[in-house]
């Protein structure tokens, strides 16, 4: 198993990924694309599990982790095009893509654009448009961002990303937000830059068009408190695939990464492996979603027609 991180550039852009090879691996590699306030090294923990069975490529895009400062007038095609110039340095032909919030646009467009190199496709915190009054909100925490206020900073985003009236059912929940309005708060200037600039990037280009949906096995799921990118929406956007599979985790919300990590480490080894996710005790009712193309049948007794 080899674990070395290489350079990238695009438009004279750097940007860095890491490869974890499984050299023994019968299956495609895993590819994570972060969320916000994510780098390469947020991943320990998954990478531990996932390379067991699987190569794992990380990657800090233009704008995010150690890559370069990437103006927002750059927008996820941009971003798409950084994906794909990785594939082609790695010599990967296909990967299975796991995407987390701030990462699931760039995921969705890259399936839609590269289909054929999409394996499976697993989005956690997805929705096809920020609502009036959540761009509202992002645009009071990047006003704070821009003055330099870390403490406000923190606690704004905190309390829009974690679902604080419900943090009796959420499991981690004290934990969490402690831990998260500390990180924030020790933010560099330089990682104050590049959120800024990602957050204007989210605010203009940041409209998904569902009907580009890839034809590829998806699975698109949240935490059940989620109140960020709510179920609804996720159920929204697994709407549109032709072969999907939606779910909500038990006790989580928007950070369900953290305050769940191994019902979703082992929810995606599963769906990747073709595997059936329903005796995984923390996840809500699985819907199973087909349009034109007929879904796998892990439970066709529960298979929906949209």
Not at 52 to 70: C, E, Q, T, Y
Not at 106 to 126: C, D, I, R, S, W
Not at 192 to 207: F, P, Q, Y
């Amino acid at each position: 198993m080899k674990n070395s991180d290489i350079k990238l550039s695009l438009n004279g852009f750097n940007y860095y990924c890491r490869f974890i090879e499984n050299t023994e691996s019968q299956y495609d590699p895993m590819v994570l694309l972060s969320g916000a306030f994510q780098n390469m090294d947020s991943w320990k923990n998954f990478t531990k599990v996932l390379s067991k069975n699987f190569s794992v490529v990380l990657i800090d895009l233009p704008g995010s982790g150690s890559a370069d400062f990437l103006p927002y007038g750059y927008g996820g095609d941009f971003l798409v095009e950084a994906i794909n110039n990785m594939f082609m340095h790695l010599g990967i032909e296909k990967a299975n893509i796991i995407a987390a919030s701030y990462g699931t646009p760039t995921a969705f467009n890259f399936a839609a654009k590269y289909p054929e190199k999409v394996a499976h496709l697993v989005m956690g915190g997805v929705m096809k448009e920020m609502p009036k009054e959540r761009k509202i909100d992002v645009e009071r925490i990047y006003q704070l961002a821009k003055q330099g206020n870390k403490k406000a900073f923190a606690r704004e985003t905190t309390k829009l990303l974690l679902n604080c009236e419900e943090s009796k059912n959420v499991n981690k929940s004290s934990l969490v937000k402690r831990v998260m309005e500390c990180s924030l708060a020790r933010i560099s200037k330089s990682e104050i830059k590049k959120m800024v600039e990602n957050t204007r990037r989210i605010l203009h280009h940041g409209t998904l068009n569902l009907r580009n949906a890839a034809n590829v096995p998806t699975l698109v799921y949240t935490g059940e408190y989620d109140h960020f990118t709510k179920p609804e929406y996720c159920r929204e956007v697994a709407g549109y695939f032709n072969n999907a599979i939606y779910t909500t985790i038990k006790r989580a919300d928007h950070l369900f990464h953290i305050e769940q990590t191994q019902t979703v480490i082992e929810m995606g080894i599963r769906f990747v492996k073709g595997e059936s996710m329903e005796s995984l005790t923390l996840l809500n009712r699985i819907d199973y979603l087909t349009k034109t193309v007929p879904v796998r049948e892990l439970n066709p007794q529960r298979k929906i027609a949209i």
